[in-house]
């Protein structure tokens, strides 16, 4: 929505700063925002930060005061200073009078506050004091006059924006729903105890995989050890030392075969008579 008309009525930089005020205002410049907040509550601009003039009004209030603090200047003659400020930003900003009019306003004001003595603090500045005053005056809002004259006095045109924004509340469970520390301390305890067990079962399913695979690796390195061993056999000798190195392997795989044999025999007598053995003595125990 635009808006030509001047955005709000200009409020007058008239305040008196005591000596409390301007304390904590300097104290206040560590932190800027805090600062310019503070000064603004004090000249009754409250809405600099989107106001332009009201912006420009706190700006140049800061300015003064921050010139004073460089020039080491006491609460006093900061406060004189300020008056004197307020009077040159009302004639040339507000009043709008002519340049002639505004410098001989300034004159007016700082011959008032000369002295040839003026102390460590006071209402009143020395000669070189007001020199340093009056170039600042000339170098700040004599020279953009016409710029303030302006802002301070045409239509300003304003944007106004607006948004429709749609706020979900959080759902809070009731209080019934709630778990007592020692149901949660429950909870994750059990859960504590379920990760554990699975990552032991997991463990253990890997360390089973792992002993399969090498059983696997053994018997197929059997096999293949085998086959070799047979077809070691089977070849037909070259030479009369690899004929009687056959020989010998021959008669050895025979041998074991026939021990094999007589093990096996050795082996089902021996448990024929175990189980004999077993029979009399389960018959005699029931006697």
Same mark, same amino acid.
């Given at each position: 929505?635009?808006?030509?008309?001047?955005?709000?009525?200009?409020?007058?930089?008239?305040?008196?700063? %005591?000596?409390?005020?301007?304390?904590?205002?300097?104290?206040?410049?560590?932190?800027?925002?805090?600062?310019?907040?503070?000064?603004?509550?004090?000249?009754?601009?409250?809405?600099?930060?989107?106001?332009?003039?009201? &912006?420009?009004?706190?700006?140049?209030?800061?300015?003064?005061?921050?010139?004073?603090?460089?020039?080491?200047?006491?609460?006093?003659?900061?406060?004189?200073?300020?008056?004197?400020?307020?009077?040159?930003?009302?004639?040339?900003?507000?009043?709008?009078?002519?340049?002639?009019?505004?410098?001989?306003?300034?004159?007016?004001?700082?011959?008032?506050?000369?002295?040839?003595?003026?102390?460590?603090?006071?209402?009143?500045?020395?000669?070189?004091?007001?020199?340093?005053? &009056?170039?600042?005056? &000339?170098?700040?809002?004599?020279?953009?006059?016409?710029?303030?004259?302006?802002?301070?006095?045409?239509?300003?045109?304003?944007?106004?924006?607006?948004?429709?924004?749609?706020?979900?509340?959080?759902?809070?469970?009731?209080?019934?729903? &709630?778990?007592?520390?020692?149901?949660?301390?429950?909870?994750?305890?059990?859960?504590?105890?379920?990760?554990?067990?699975?990552?032991?079962?997991?463990?253990?399913?890997?360390?089973?995989?792992?002993?399969?695979?090498?059983?696997?690796?053994?018997?197929?390195?059997?096999?293949?050890?085998?086959?070799?061993?047979?077809?070691?056999?089977?070849?037909?000798?070259?030479?009369?030392?690899?004929?009687?190195?056959?020989?010998?392997?021959?008669?050895?795989?025979?041998?074991?075969?026939?021990?094999?044999?007589?093990?096996?025999?050795?082996?089902?007598?021996?448990?024929?008579?175990?189980?004999?053995?077993?029979?009399?003595?389960? %018959?005699?125990?029931?006697?």
């Amino acid at each position: 929505m635009e808006d030509t008309s001047i955005a709000a009525e200009i409020i007058p930089l008239n305040h008196k700063f %005591s000596v409390a005020e301007l304390t904590e205002y300097f104290h206040l410049l560590q932190k800027p925002d805090d600062a310019s907040a503070f000064l603004a509550k004090k000249l009754g601009l409250n809405s600099y930060r989107f106001d332009a003039r009201q &912006a420009i009004q706190l700006d140049y209030t800061s300015h003064w005061l921050e010139f004073a603090m460089q020039q080491g200047y006491g609460p006093q003659r900061t406060s004189s200073l300020l008056r004197i400020a307020f009077l040159i930003f009302d004639v040339i900003a507000i009043r709008r009078l002519s340049l002639g009019e505004s410098e001989a306003a300034l004159r007016g004001a700082l011959i008032r506050v000369t002295s040839a003595s003026p102390g460590a603090d006071g209402p009143t500045f020395s000669p070189e004091q007001i020199a340093n005053v &009056a170039a600042t005056f &000339a170098q700040g809002i004599f020279r953009h006059a016409s710029l303030y004259r302006f802002v301070f006095s045409e239509p300003q045109g304003h944007k106004q924006l607006s948004a429709q924004l749609l706020v979900e509340t959080p759902v809070i469970p009731s209080f019934e729903e &709630a778990l007592s520390q020692q149901q949660w301390d429950d909870y994750h305890e059990a859960a504590r105890v379920k990760a554990a067990e699975q990552k032991r079962a997991e463990e253990e399913a890997e360390r089973q995989r792992l002993e399969e695979a090498e059983k696997e690796a053994k018997r197929l390195a059997a096999e293949e050890a085998e086959r070799l061993r047979q077809e070691e056999l089977a070849r037909k000798p070259a030479t009369l030392e690899e004929a009687v190195s056959q020989l010998v392997a021959l008669r050895l795989e025979n041998e074991k075969q026939i021990l094999t044999e007589e093990l096996k025999k050795k082996g089902d007598t021996l448990a024929s008579k175990v189980e004999a053995m077993e029979a009399v003595i389960k %018959s005699t125990g029931k006697k």
